[in-house]
């Protein structure tokens, strides 16, 4: 049953939606993904929207997904207007295929909300393998009263039982997978679908001031709480990718759930999220990009000492190992591939992304192989290329005992290669320390 379930998530996943009418018109406008356009200047407020409007909303991920597919969409749907505690992520497990599990927890996060907000629907947005989950959830009459409006992001086409969009790669060309779920093109389909009306705001940038930020650590892809790590955040200078103080702004353990926050920062300032476990010899460090706004959504996506992830990673004293990823797939073949380069303390760049990574990965594991040792053969890791929606390349980076010196990842964007996204890293060695760079999905601007 689970192969068979494995198939038709891939084949639901690898084709537009029949669906799609209904998205067109708002579509038309829009076309291919295109970059944000170049802006440091905030957004007007935007009034709230009323609750009989804005009903409590629902995302469920797909396959090797997690809430952070949703991130970006909720915060323009806050811009907006809306009320951020009416918007809610289902995480649940991404690397299984056990769909009554997943419908029925569902049904519950669904029960909560009407309960919570003392309303009698919601509506509900999935994407992938999000799509099967929400069509098994609607093929209940009794449930699928309980949906006002239904978005299916690039997976099984529309259900009958309730007004619904599909949003695919058919209706957005150019786009990829996840790109669908996370563009500000299938926002604005989103938004005018649900809302019936054209947002004000579409492109992020950043508020002025403080920001508070919140969301989970979690065991990924199972999405279980990183229970009793301690979470440290630092406040870092953004040339060097090392720490402006030694004390940290902020640490808590975390509890079962693996939540964290609010945590007060600056907006536009670079920050690391350090993540020391009792079980683990490794320190998980990740350095997204600048946040730009309030977010309730962040997910650390780390993993036990026993996951796949760690478990197939090389380490030693002498290099340091990271993963580069973005809720945009990375493309690295045809004329719209992206760039992404890795230097070491100013050296020349090596350019990471090769034909083999295609067109599919949203994570990239960069470390040396141990087939080849010191040497940047930019060849396959081979278990993270066979994976989905990640790929592996063997690229030697030089580590130094106690992290000094930079590591400086940088991105020229596919649709937008003259603003270079930049996240600078310390040099820390692989054998105690393992490094996530997180690139938002939209690009954005250094601070002034």
């Not at 494995?6 to 084949?11: E, S, T, Y």
């Not at 090797?64 to 323009?76: D, I, V």
């Not at 769909?99 to 994407?127: K, P």
């Not at 002025?208 to 870092?236: M, Q």
């Amino acid at each position: 049953m689970s192969i068979l379930l494995a198939a038709l998530l891939f084949a639901g996943c690898s084709r537009g939606g029949d669906d799609t009418a209904a998205g067109r018109s708002a579509l038309e406008a829009t076309g291919q993904s295109t970059a944000s356009p170049a802006s440091t200047t905030p957004e007007p407020p935007v009034p709230s929207l009323p609750d009989d409007a804005a009903l409590p909303m629902v995302f469920v991920h797909g396959f090797a997904g997690s809430a952070q597919q949703f991130e970006s969409q909720a915060m323009r749907f806050v811009a907006n207007g809306y009320s951020p505690e009416r918007i809610i992520t289902y995480d649940h497990d991404g690397s299984g295929m056990d769909l009554d599990a997943y419908t029925a927890g569902l049904a519950e996060v669904i029960d909560e909300a009407l309960a919570r907000f003392s309303v009698d629907q919601v509506y509900l947005v999935g994407h992938s393998r999000g799509t099967f989950v929400s069509a098994d959830y609607l093929s209940v009459p009794e449930q699928a009263s309980k949906v006002a409006k239904y978005v299916a992001l690039d997976g099984r086409p529309c259900v009958d039982a309730v007004a619904c969009v599909a949003i695919t790669r058919a209706t957005l060309p150019g786009q990829s997978h996840v790109e669908v779920a996370t563009s500000r093109e299938s926002f604005v389909a989103q938004y005018e679908f649900l809302l019936g009306e054209t947002p004000q705001v579409v492109d992020l940038v950043a508020a002025p001031g403080s920001i508070e930020v919140s969301g989970r650590a979690v065991n990924f892809p199972l999405n279980t709480g990183r229970s009793g790590a301690t979470l440290n955040v630092y406040e870092l200078d953004p040339d060097t990718g090392h720490r402006s103080a030694a004390t940290p702004l902020h640490s808590s353990v975390l509890g079962s759930d693996g939540a964290f926050g609010p945590i007060a920062l600056k907006a536009g300032g670079r920050y690391e999220y350090e993540l020391v476990s009792p079980d683990s010899e490794i320190v998980h460090h990740v350095y997204p990009q600048p946040h730009q706004r309030d977010s309730r959504w962040m997910r650390l996506l780390t993993s036990t000492p026993d996951g796949a992830t760690r478990t197939n990673t090389n380490t030693s004293d002498d290099h340091t190992s990271l993963i580069a990823m973005r809720m945009r797939e990375w493309y690295g073949d045809g004329e719209r591939a992206d760039r992404l380069t890795v230097s070491v303390d100013g050296g020349e760049p090596i350019d990471v992304i090769t034909d083999f990574v295609a067109n599919g990965a949203i994570g990239l594991h960069l470390h040396d192989d141990a087939l080849t040792p010191g040497v940047s053969t930019l060849g396959p890791l081979a278990y993270f290329a066979a994976q989905p929606f990640q790929s592996g390349v063997d690229v030697f980076i030089p580590a130094t005992p106690d992290g000094t010196g930079t590591v400086t990842v940088t991105n020229l964007p596919r649709g937008d290669t003259s603003r270079p996204q930049v996240v600078t890293v310390p040099r820390w060695p692989s054998s105690g320390h393992a490094i996530s760079v997180v690139f938002s999905d939209w690009p954005i601007d250094a601070a002034a």
